[in-house]
């Protein structure tokens, strides 16, 4: 029997992670871009995890750019956020702030509100967006290595419109950090286009573009609300879907709690492993590689549960 495997993302710590409101991404929905003058500092906000990290690695060994993440290492994704009084004395201060987009930040419209000069960067400007069956975008973009580099380099254009000074180095930065990401997208195709188990059934809306970029086949979907148990009712169906497809692999995200994974796997014998969508970390240097680094676990967490 072709084996399925279910990634379960029970209990978000402190955030939802799915689209509230479906707006669109664009530059021009956001704040301005006005140039700034090549002898000031450039202070640079980044919204979440993800962006920080696309962020430290264009602006390397860039003199006079400094860069903040607003949100705490455990936020997790953005859409139930609530704006603290830190966050926008942060953003007061700043010069740019680098957002995902696509409908992720939903409180940017309140930020814009109150500051509205402030630039605004998305990353996930242009880039294709999943919709689900309700009508909402699906913001995850960045859990594709395809679209990380079209991620990437939107901030790398946006940003030198906005610091021409030092555009040059952004784009090389850029460059050089696509360069990483594709050779690893190359290596995971070598590594898992030959997959013979290719069925995933997800209960969190974080790997779509993943599937998408490797022909992972959602075979269905178990619509979850962020940050809540699943009822006994709920608990006892993907039970049984987990029984009836033969599935022996649960997948729980580091980002959640893995108790009701858990409690599938004692009651169907399913071994239980995590994949990582990257959404949360240390906001520090060290942690330039923290994508790539993930990206490269989740390959080999895949060989091992579907191979």
Not at 128 to 139: C, M, R, T
Not at 205 to 226: G, M, T, W
Request: aromatic letters at 6%.
């Amino acid at each position: 029997m072709k084996m399925a495997v279910v990634v379960i993302s029970a209990i978000l710590l402190l955030s939802g992670c799915g689209d509230a409101g479906g707006r669109d991404a664009g530059k021009g929905d956001a704040g301005g871009t006005a140039t700034r003058d090549s002898g000031d500092g450039l202070s640079i906000v980044t919204s979440f995890f993800p962006v920080y990290v696309s962020v430290i690695n264009i602006t390397r060994d860039v003199s006079g750019v400094t860069v903040t993440n607003m949100t705490e290492p455990q936020t997790g994704c953005l859409h139930d956020y609530t704006l603290r009084p830190g966050d926008l004395k942060l953003l007061e201060k700043a010069d740019v702030f680098v957002i995902n987009g696509a409908g992720m930040e939903a409180f940017l419209d309140d930020v814009l509100k109150q500051l509205p000069d402030l630039s605004v960067i998305e990353a996930a400007d242009d880039i294709p967006v999943i919709i689900d069956e309700n009508g909402e975008v699906n913001p995850h973009v960045w859990v594709s290595l395809t679209n990380a580099a079209a991620y990437v380099q939107n901030i790398a254009d946006q940003l030198s419109e906005i610091d021409e000074a030092n555009a040059e180095q952004y784009r090389k930065n850029a460059a050089s950090y696509i360069q990483k990401i594709e050779a690893l997208r190359e290596e995971m195709h070598r590594e898992l286009d030959d997959l013979e188990n290719r069925d995933i059934i997800t209960f969190h809306e974080a790997f779509p573009y993943f599937a998408q970029e490797f022909d992972l086949n959602i075979a269905a979907v178990v619509e979850r609300e962020p940050g809540t148990e699943p009822t006994p009712k709920e608990l006892a169906s993907i039970i049984d879907t987990v029984k009836q497809t033969g599935i022996k692999a649960l997948f729980a995200e580091p980002q959640y709690s893995s108790k009701a994974a858990e409690t599938i796997a004692a009651e169907t014998g399913a071994e239980l492993y995590t994949l990582d969508p990257v959404v949360t970390g240390e906001s520090v240097p060290e942690a330039a590689d923290a994508y790539l680094d993930a990206m490269r676990r989740n390959m080999e967490t895949l060989k091992k549960a579907l191979g």
